[in-house]
């Protein structure tokens, strides 16, 4: 940022841009501080930052070496000057203009000027097609979003010269990698943060210089609404001097401003607040008020006031501290003689050469009960290897002599970093595993932070060593993690300079420091055990049975194994296509055990911690006992053998909440339960399981059974999420198919499944794939009939007609060909949907079966048969059929033979896993994958080592938004959406591709607009419910009824009914509150549900209505709240037109990654904001 004085304003650069991201108040203080208006704040040294900085620039001038060795003389140097220095500025510029237009290949420092803009780009590469390529180095391994900013700034200034530029942006990695980004994903946000830049300027009224005043603290400057992060040094300085709020320990930004909301302003307000602000839990109050009062309690609070010190003199005061959840103290294991504890001292910035890699931990350190410390250093990668494999075997040697040892450490740095170690060397990855399943590492920063409030502003592990630590208090001069790594740094330069005492001396005081931090963790343990004991709890078991996790199996040890083979093959590498298919075939194995490991691992940590900390989670109701009811109390139905009761749950439904009639969530009571569990000292709740027997919009209807003799009239605080189904039949299937990888290695079986791991085109017998796109039921068909035992994707966007192509081409290769088809889905409906389109393709019922979920209607499209009937059925019909069902119909063997079918059509198959779309595969010959990937993904519990979670028709299309020419076929025409809806959602999810047919242009509404409308709506401190947006949604309704709707011109127009309007919502909450807005106009009848409710349908008129006031606000960030996916199924519901209704403030946010910049790229495109 530079100031001119004489002309009274102000140029910014593109680190402007990272520094007003980061904290807008702080900026705009510091634009103050050169105006005169107030002192500029000092940022305290930052020792690792400043080695950053000249690591930095070693990486961008081995990336010039890099240049000048490929290009020579076409490398053009722009000489370095200063943004202040405006001669040398000029001279820079013309140079920069003049290497522009010459031959040269490269460009460094290139310099722009603009009206209110200086910048310096690192590198222009031009490209083959003459293009412009803008390049940044940067250390980080991964790209940053602001980053990307200062990158476009440049291609901006490019633009302006008139230069070719490319279509694209680089980061040159310090791993080596290149990050490539399209502009069209970041342009649009880069467009909106420098108008924002501009807005905050001339807010500073920069002509008034000093005379101005300067931006207070508390002042968001009105519609401005400027964000100060509140932790950096010039934010600290404002909130110790105001008592702000941010002083509490823990206090987010959310509440922060629910409470100011409510006139608490300060931390003193605050502990003497008797009522919560509206929208936060009295527990959230509770839990704030107390840890307020305990700092202003404290000697150690940070707030300024000084109570009772109660520590020795020239000792650290010892903070007050209350036990507030006595129940998360049984979270810690029994003690034992083998007990160890843990701590590392790494640095993030060590690299050797060019290895790409980065980060060392150097030490390994811990202490044992008797405080006897060990250490290994690591001083080289290879070393550290050695130390990881060393520390593998000392903890194993102590596990077989004391099997009930844990490592305690504080924060998840140890069990993380371990993990990337055995990731990053290839060994012992099996070992952590196991440590990690079978719980030996604690961590005791969660108990101590569900446990205990503290009278600290921070409850680093430092500041709590006062409670028990006692006159062994460090003060030894290394006092910080960062002074630790500028201490070893300094220790291996005078090493290599030959000074080795010196480098010794230094390596002494590091070890002394770790085992201090050793001890430490040791003494905080003990701390905690005696307030268990105080408290009268046991100390808890160490794995529950559920959470054992699966050994990994021998089938997926063996693909990897042939993967690793390839991989180290020297002809082949890392990214070998063949490779990829084995690591994901292996983990395809266990998949279905790891989604149930990370199902159960959840469920009972959700049992262990308190509602507060995980009823955001999706699947789950908060349930609310003054909304909620007894329906029906404890009877027994005739012919039953169990009492049970039907209650009525009502609530907050976390944001993505699927509930479906029938399936068995758990109930989840406080403990003590109201009937007999087994006891579980770790456990504050106990579950039941529970029988869905109606959706309700903010809740269900839920079956209970009795347990035993037992029944209760206590209701549960919360539904959580279904277990997952037992894998079953589809884990066979994958193993066998699994069997014949194995069998046929080291070649490569040729099937459906393993084309699809490869990525490679469907293979066909005559090489080619069918088609010149007039017919697309005709092309599909010949398509799939000339397969060679592989498979054939179909992409179809909303109201392209996929399901209708899917079944007439069905229909024709039963009835042509005697195909033996089957279909599969996620869902019944979904099957018996297509199944019902099939026969209206011309398939006779009889020749359709399927076994159906509960008693038959006798209005089924085809014939019901019992789940074992296939045999029969199929045998009936040698000359073709289709038979529907789910992947456990398609994959169990005694009912569908492997590879009898000659045809499987997986329908829905954006939403179909990769793994189970292996399973389905063994019982035919051909697959022919149905789907969009743009419309709504699929959903994984489980973390896998491979992207085997991603789905079917998600792998194959690679992260493209359209699926290429020679993988299937993209059906590139809608009949729903007129060209005013279908262009702007062709735009957000289809690259430009997707068109209207011609006739959606003849439908009407009287005097209404088609397409997409933005209709932005100021509001505040919104989370997943906006009264303001349910204002405006009613006004839209209102206006919209009764208007002259033509939606065929071969009829006649009818008034629009409030059928014909649809609204969608990301949030449960939302939904209840327009529902209650439109029923209290009168419009009770207009449909309200989040996207998964409307997939599928479409009506005249959607209304989208996002709630929430600012990606801050969002339960789950912008990331959920513009999801692509979400925004092409709600707005493409609409015939006509579509009103997206949003918070101003939604745009003001940068989002935190480059997937997040892309998805606000698009919705800003989408309102048109830029």
């Known amino acids: 940022m530079r100031y001119i004085e004489d ?59 890099t240049y000048r060795a490929g290009f020579g003389d076409r490398v053009v140097e722009i000489p370095e000057t200063r943004s202040s220095d405006a001669a040398g500025l000029a001279r820079a510029v013309a140079l920069t203009r003049e290497a522009l237009a010459s031959d040269a290949q490269v460009i460094y420092q290139a310099a722009f000027v603009d009206t209110d803009f200086v910048g310096f780009a690192d590198f222009l590469l031009r490209d083959d097609d003459g293009r412009w390529i803008v390049q940044d180095t940067k250390l980080a391994r991964r790209a940053r979003v602001t980053a990307l ?14 230069a070719h530029v490319a279509d694209h942006v680089e980061l040159l990695l310090g791993d080596g990698t290149v990050s490539r980004h399209a502009r069209a994903d970041i342009a649009p946000v880069f467009v909106l943060r420098r108008e924002r830049l501009r807005s905050l300027i001339a807010d500073r009224d920069v002509p008034a210089a000093a005379a101005g005043a300067a931006i207070a603290w508390g002042d968001d400057r009105g519609e401005l609404r400027v964000v100060a992060c509140g932790r950096c040094a010039t934010c600290d300085l404002e909130v110790v001097a105001a008592r702000d709020l941010l002083l509490v320990a823990g206090m987010r930004p959310i509440q922060r401003e629910r409470l100011r909301a409510a006139g608490v302003t300060t931390i003193d307000e605050l502990t003497a607040a008797r009522e919560a602000p509206s929208r936060m839990s009295w527990d959230t109050f509770a839990g704030l008020r107390t840890q307020a009062r305990l700092q202003l309690e404290s000697p150690a609070g940070g707030v300024g006031v000084a109570g009772p010190d109660g520590s020795a003199s020239g000792a650290a005061p010892v903070p007050t501290f209350e036990v507030v959840f006595p129940k998360a103290l049984a979270a810690l294991p029994r003690p034992d003689l083998g007990d160890l504890f843990f701590d590392f001292e790494g640095d993030p910035l060590y690299t050797e050469g060019a290895s790409g890699q980065w980060g060392i931990d150097y030490l390994f350190g811990w202490v044992d009960l008797s405080e006897q410390y060990s250490a290994i250093w690591a001083h080289s990668f290879d070393e550290e290897k050695r130390a990881f494999e060393t520390f593998l075997r000392v903890v194993a040697a102590q596990r077989a002599a004391h099997p009930g040892m844990h490592i305690y450490h504080y924060a998840p740095y140890e069990p993380t970093h371990l993990l990337a170690m055995a990731a990053r060397y290839g060994v012992g990855e099996a070992e952590v595993d196991r440590l990690l399943r079978d719980g030996v590492f604690v961590d005791l920063y969660p108990v101590v932070r569900r446990a205990l409030r503290v009278g600290s502003r921070s409850y680093s592990i430092k500041k709590l060593e006062p409670l028990y630590m006692g006159a062994d208090v460090r003060t030894s001069d290394v006092q910080k993690g960062d002074d630790s790594i500028v201490r070893y740094v300094e220790a291996r330069a005078l090493a290599d300079g030959g000074d080795a005492d010196a480098a010794a001396a230094i390596l002494a005081d590091l070890a002394d420091y770790n085992r201090y931090d050793c001890v430490s963790t040791r003494r905080l343990r003990d701390w905690l055990v005696d307030r268990a004991r105080e408290a009268q709890l046991r100390p808890s078991a160490d794995v529950e049975p559920e959470e054992r996790a699966y050994e990994p199996s021998v089938r997926a040890v063996t693909l990897t194994r042939l993967a690793n083979a390839l991989a180290d093959d020297a002809s082949a590498g890392a990214d070998d296509p063949a490779a990829t298919a084995l690591r994901l075939g292996a983990a395809a194995i266990d998949y279905y055990p790891r989604e149930a490991k990370s199902f159960w691992a959840a469920h009972f940590l959700r049992l262990r911690e308190p509602l507060s900390i995980w009823e955001d989670t999706r699947d789950v109701v908060a349930v609310s006992h003054d909304r909620s009811r007894i329906i029906e109390d404890w009877h027994r139905p005739e012919g039953a053998r169990t009492d049970r009761r039907l209650i009525e749950l009502r609530g907050d439904v976390a944001p993505g909440t699927r509930l479906s009639v029938d399936s068995s969530p758990f109930a989840i009571y406080e403990a003590p339960a109201p009937f007999p569990v087994e006891p579980r000292p770790r456990f504050i709740h106990a579950d039941r399981r529970v029988r869905v027997v109606e959706v309700l919009d903010d809740g269900a209807v839920v079956e209970e059974l009795a347990s035993g003799a037992f029944m209760w009239s206590e209701l549960p605080i919360a539904l959580t999420p279904s277990a997952p189904p037992q894998a079953g039949s589809q884990q066979a299937a994958i193993e066998a198919w699994a069997d014949g990888v194995i069998a046929a290695a080291p070649a490569l079986p040729a099937d459906p499944a393993t084309d699809l791991l490869l990525r490679r085109p469907p293979r066909t017998v005559s090489g080619t794939l069918a088609g ?10 010949r398509a799939i009939a000339d397969l060679d035992r592989s498979y054939l994707a179909v992409q179809g966007p909303p109201g392209t007609g996929k399901t209708y192509v899917g079944s007439h081409v069905v229909a024709r290769l039963v009835r042509e060909r005697g195909y033996r088809v089957g279909v599969v889905a996620q869902s019944h409906a979904v099957v018996e949907n297509m199944l019902d389109r099939i026969a209206a393709a011309g398939v006779p019922r009889d020749r359709i079966a399927k076994a159906v979920k509960g008693d038959p209607t006798g209005e089924e499209p085809f014939t019901v048969i019992p ?15 289709v038979i529907g069902g789910t992947a456990w119909d398609l994959t169990h063997a005694g009912r569908i033979p492997r590879g009898s079918l000659d045809l499987l059509v997986i329908d829905e198959a954006g939403q179909f896993s990769l793994a189970s779309t292996i399973a389905v595969s063994v019982a035919a010959s051909r697959l022919l994958l149905l789907g969009d990937p743009q419309q709504l993904p699929q959903v994984s519990q489980g973390t896998h080592p491979e992207p085997v979670d991603t789905s079917a028709l998600g792998w194959i299309m690679a992260g493209a938004h359209v699926i290429s020419d020679d993988r299937g076929y993209f059906l590139a025409e809608t009949r729903r959406m007129r060209p005013e809806v279908a262009e702007p959602v062709s735009v957000l999810a289809y690259d430009g591709r997707l068109a209207a047919h011609p006739s959606t242009a003849e439908r009407e509404l009287d005097g209404v607009t088609a397409g997409v409308v933005p209709v932005p709506v100021a509001h505040r401190r919104n989370a997943t419910a906006s009264p303001e947006e349910g204002e405006v949604v009613v006004r ?19 008034p629009l009914g409030q059928r014909d309007i649809i609204v969608v919502t990301p949030y449960n909450a939302q939904q209840v509150l327009v529902e209650e807005a439109l029923a209290g106009a009168g419009f009770g009848d207009v449909p309200v549900g989040t996207v998964d409710r409307f997939q599928g349908q479409e009506a005249a008129v959607a209304i989208v209505s996002l709630a929430a006031s600012s990606g801050r606000d969002a339960p789950r960030g912008l990331e959920f709240l513009l999801l692509q996916n979400r925004l092409n199924v709600a707005v493409s519901r609409a015939q006509h037109t579509a009103y997206i209704v949003y918070g101003t403030g939604i745009l003001d946010d940068l989002p935190r990654t480059p997937e997040g910049v892309a998805r606000m790229s698009a919705f800003a495109r989408l309102v048109r904001a830029v």
Request: proline share 4%.
């Open 7 to 65: 002309e009274g304003r102000i140029v910014w650069s593109a680190s402007d841009l990272k520094a007003a991201a980061e904290c807008e108040f702080a900026w705009l203080r510091a634009i103050d501080a050169k105006l005169g208006r107030v002192d500029a704040v000092d940022e305290p040294d930052d020792p690792t930052l400043e080695r950053a900085g000249r690591l930095g620039d070693r990486h961008e001038q081995r990336q010039l070496e």
């Open 149 to 162: 900013m200062q990158l476009e700034a440049y291609a901006v200034q490019l633009d302006r010269a008139g």
């Open 772 to 781: 010149d796109g007039e017919d697309a039921v005709a092309d599909i068909a």
């Open 867 to 881: 789940k074992n009937g296939v045999a029969e059925f199929t045998a009936a019909h040698p000359d073709g059929y």
């Open 1036 to 1054: 839209l309704v209102s206006d919209l009824l009764g208007r002259a709707w033509l939606p065929d011109p071969a009829a006649a127009a009818r």
